[in-house]
């Protein structure tokens, strides 16, 4: 029993800290002098409201950062 809750422990905090190398990447990525050229934005319910807002479309890029 406590070998399987050590393997939990250690795979939930594996996970947490995959987690937070992703948002770290993705964080350097948007500093990228490119991305600062335009107005861009990254939530994707405030970027519906000003499409609709402006009558505009809305241009979307979905990634991954790994592949399991």
Known sequence: MR????TVVLAVSALAAQ???LEEKR???LKS???G???WVTDYDQAREAAKKE?????AY???SYSP
């Not at 070998?3 to 050590?6: G, I």
């Not at 009558?55 to 241009?59: A, D, P, R, T, V």
């Open 3 to 6: 070998l399987v809750l050590m």
């Open 19 to 21: 987690a937070q190398s």
């Open 27 to 29: 964080d350097k990525k």
């Open 33 to 35: 002098p490119f991305l």
């Open 37 to 39: 050229k335009a107005a």
């Open 55 to 59: 009558g505009k479309l809305i241009f």
């Open 62 to 64: 979905f990634t991954r």
